[in-house]
């Protein structure tokens, strides 16, 4: 069994930050890559950055220069440090993971969501 757990959601004011963070546990053999994604209501979900376990980066258009996504190989964390937050940042943010599970194969895991909302 493997968990994606979130943390670090809620309400900021537009130019504020946030830093999302999201462990995951359980018998994990190797993580190829994990990221976030975030769903708006009445929009699909789209993927906003991406780390592998070799530190490369990827990020979407609209959140470069303002997002860094990081990670923690040793605790198997990535992280969303979010400044200068827009209110078309609010979403519902998701973590995935690329995991492999002892004596399985490599599988695509989601947390359960946490909520960023930015507002004045």
């Known amino acids: 069994q493997v968990q994606l757990v979130e943390s670090g959601g809620g309400l900021v004011q537009p130019g504020g930050s946030l830093r999302l963070s999201c462990a995951a546990s359980g018998t994990i053999f190797s993580i190829r890559k994990m990221g976030w994604y975030r769903q708006a209501p009445g929009k699909q979900r789209e993927l906003v950055a991406t780390v592998t376990s070799g530190g490369n980066t990827h990020y979407a258009d609209s959140v470069k220069g303002r997002f860094t996504i990081s990670e923690d190989n040793a605790k198997n964390t990535v992280y969303l440090q979010m400044d200068s937050l827009k209110p078309e940042d609010t979403a519902v943010y998701y973590c995935?993971?690329?995991?492999?599970?002892?004596?399985?194969?490599?599988?695509?895991?989601w947390g359960q969501g946490t909520q960023v909302t930015v507002s004045s």
């Open positions: 995935n993971a690329d995991i492999k599970r002892f004596l399985g194969p490599w599988a695509d895991y």
